[in-house]
């Protein structure tokens, strides 16, 4: 009968450690902004301390394996303590993006919306522009024989049969040159990271590496119209595309999480209770004060 409540405890504890590690491993995952592997290898080595000092304990009050006195199990024990309270960090930083998982939704969402804004704040920026050079254009051709010079500098150069044909040329060109093609691309993804990230749960592993890349981008998402703008033709005078009405809040929102900060009540408390559980099979071992070892003594042996 003890046997049978031992092996159950022994399963319970592990169930509770691989849950608390893997809430952890989230909060990690989001502290590194994505970054996968050091988050598993720091979360492997805490599941190996804590099972490895668990299995000393077990084994030592079950056999009195390697001489380990019930001072030595006790430091096993603060070992796994301590590991609990260090690991309950990153526990509270998952915690805080829980908390905030609604802001998360909404920020994103607002992204999406933004970026689609700001798209159509630059196609309106490109349409005026080419129509205003039109209009100057056109005014440059019926007045040629007013400011020759001014013709010849924009118009005379140009090729065509006639000043209707090359002012369509050169606003065709000026398009061109505000909206070239490798802009759809620009476009489609950078609204591909924001969906993403405004259809992901915070507990998928991939949303904080999206929101950091939509993070490092969003700046540059107006720096690419800014500089596709910058160009000008002859007798132009417009200025480079600017929106002020494109904001972000996602920044403020990662900040907090990726900074490791002291962990919460809360969490300390979890960490504790999950400490005792852990605790469960070594109170359960059998203290074999002879130095018994027969079968059954300790499922770790």
């Known amino acids: 009968m003890k046997q049978s409540k031992f092996n159950f405890a022994a399963v319970f504890s592990l169930m509770v450690l691989l849950a608390f590690a893997y809430i952890a491993f989230l909060g990690l995952v989001y502290w590194k902004e994505g970054e996968i592997l050091l988050p598993a290898l720091l979360t492997g080595a805490f599941i190996a301390v804590v099972i490895g000092c668990l299995v000393v304990m077990c084994m030592s009050k079950a056999s009195r394996w390697k001489r380990i006195s019930v001072i030595g199990q006790a430091v096993f024990g603060t070992i796994i303590l301590v590991a609990f309270i260090a690991w309950s960090m990153p526990f509270t930083n998952?915690?805080?993006?829980?908390?905030?998982?609604?802001?998360?939704?909404?920020?994103?969402?607002?992204?999406?919306?933004?970026?689609?804004?700001?798209?159509?704040?630059?196609?309106?920026?490109v349409t005026d522009r080419v129509e205003k050079y039109r209009s100057y254009l056109t005014h440059v051709s019926n007045g040629r024989n007013e400011q020759p010079s001014v013709y010849n500098d924009v118009l005379g150069g140009a090729a065509g049969d006639n000043d209707a044909t090359k002012i369509n040329d050169i606003t065709t060109s000026l398009l061109n040159k505000l909206m070239p093609e490798s802009i759809s691309e620009v476009q489609e993804e950078r609204r591909y990271w924001v969906e993403s990230a405004s259809n992901m749960s915070v507990w998928n592993i991939s949303l904080p590496k999206n929101i950091a890349k939509i993070n490092a981008e969003v700046s540059n998402w107006q720096n690419i119209y800014a500089g596709y703008s910058n160009f000008k033709l002859k007798?132009?005078?417009?200025?480079?595309?600017?929106?002020?009405?494109?904001?972000?809040?996602?920044?403020?929102?990662?900040?907090?999480?990726?900074?490791?900060?002291?962990?919460?009540?809360?969490?300390?408390?979890?960490?504790?209770?999950?400490?005792?559980?852990?605790?469960l099979p070594y109170w359960l071992t059998e203290r074999d004060v002879a130095g018994r070892t027969s079968k059954g003594t300790s499922v770790y042996e």
């Open 235 to 279: 007798g132009e005078t417009a200025e480079p595309f600017v929106s002020e009405d494109f904001e972000s809040d996602l920044e403020t929102l990662t900040a907090k999480y990726t900074k490791l900060h002291a962990p919460s009540v809360l969490a300390i408390g979890i960490a504790l209770l999950c400490f005792l559980i852990m605790l």
């Open 94 to 125: 998952f915690m805080d993006v829980l908390a905030n998982q609604k802001r998360f939704n909404t920020e994103t969402e607002s992204m999406l919306e933004s970026a689609a804004q700001l798209d159509d704040e630059y196609q309106q920026y």
